[in-house]
């Protein structure tokens, strides 16, 4: 992320635009949920969205049992969307690119992640964060869901991220967050357009990796986190998709990749910095009446012709 579109977050957190004025009108708040067969858990989940949504945008894997017939039975107004490859990361990009609203909030299916605690990650945007992120492990927070093994890994991939990034998340692999939709573009996912690898492997970011990629990349492109305690429910009908260790792994990788892509944008930037100020017009005298633009060379030049002059 260049440094510019960095300024120009942080200078304008929320961008609502009312008539001069008249009060801040209310975010309008997108809702993205991904489904692979939750037919069973969808009516809990869709029962307990708030009122005055703008748009739930469902972004089906290819279930095959009914949950897009489901979703639309229960909400004619559900915004369906096929992800463009596979995995939950592809997913939600598929969503984000979808949406239309000022805020987006991303819940899980499954009945872990309990949606009447939406309003209290929009309140934490509308208090001037740009990403807030769910945490299971802070004050408040709590999880009903997660194995000992998982919790273990989460603390570690916690300690290892806030070490290599100068953060402070206490839940790195939580999938309960909300943003700004402007801030999308500092997440710099994995486009949906490109195609799936012939091989049947998953493109960096389709996965489980993403809550962790998204984490990083945020925090990196120097948006304003604010952790936002949050309490996890068990899965109610169904299996979880994620392996602990299979996935685990990928999210170790991500952590990896994107330490050394942060190295790499810093050098780039620090190189195209230098050569900016070995080329840079500046001011180089103060007179009366404003200041004398240009390089030294040529002040002198002109300073030689002034004398010269009769
Ligand atoms: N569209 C889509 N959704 C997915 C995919 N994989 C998982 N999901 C959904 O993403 C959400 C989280 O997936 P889960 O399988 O519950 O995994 P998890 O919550 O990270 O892990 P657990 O704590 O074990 O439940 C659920 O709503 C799933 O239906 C996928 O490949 N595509
Ligand atoms: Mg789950």
Redesign the pocket.
Known sequence: MTQDRRSTLRSTPDRRSTPPGHPRRPPKVSVV??????EL?LPHVFEALPAGLHEVVL????SVDNTVAVARQLRPDVVVVQ?TR???G??LASGFAACTGDAIVMI???G?TDPAEIHRFVEALIEGAEFAKGSRFGKGGHSD??TPL?RAGNMGLNLFVNTLFKTKFTDL?Y?YNAFWRRAVPVMDLPSTDLPAPADGRKLWGDG?EIETLINIRVAAGGLRIKEVSSI?HL?IHG????NTFRDGTRVLRTILSEYRRLGAQRRAAAKAAAAAQRGKVVPVLAVPGGNWYGKVDALLAAETQAQHTP
Request: charged share 25%.
């Open positions: 949920i991904p489904t692979l067969n939750e858990n972004v089906d894997g290819g992800q596979t995995g939950k592809n997913a899980d299916a499954d872990s869901d997660i998982r692999c999938g489980f996890e899965r299996m979880s998709n994620l």
